[in-house]
């Protein structure tokens, strides 16, 4: 059984930080590439970030290149979004995200609002 638990997420001032997390567990972690995504309300879900099986290769969303940084760790089958500089616009919920062999995966979401 394929499960996510997604963590991290929480109200926080324009210019903060914080750091995502979503352990992964019910399929083999390394064999997949992992990804972000968000979805803010009334908007379609956008992809944010994207690491490879490996960890050699990322893909940012032009809108948080610079301030977003994706990262894994499979031995701990968790994948991680460091987020800094948080802006008003970053507000959504955010989902972890695996693809490979032919599957797809999709974590719970967890909510992040960015607010004074």
């Known amino acids: 059984q394929v499960q996510f638990v997604e963590s991290g997420g ?6 903060g930080s914080l750091r995502l997390s979503c ?14 995504y968000r979805q803010a309300p009334g908007k379609d ?6 690491i490879s099986s490996a960890g050699g290769s990322t893909t ?24 800094n500089s948080l802006k ?3 507000t959504a919920v955010y989902y972890c995200h695996a693809h490979g062999l032919g599957d797809d995966y999709w974590g719970q ?3 992040v609002t960015v607010s004074s």
């Open 45 to 50: 879900r956008e992809l944010v970030a994207l």
């Open 109 to 111: 979401g967890t909510q």
């Open 60 to 83: 940012y969303a032009d809108s948080v290149k610079g301030r977003f940084t994706i990262s894994r760790d499979n031995a701990k089958n968790t994948v991680y979004l460091r987020m």
């Open 23 to 36: 352990a992964a567990s019910g399929f083999t972690f390394r064999n997949y590439a992992m990804s972000w």
């Open 88 to 90: 008003p616009g970053d």
């Open 10 to 15: 929480g109200l926080v001032q324009p210019g």
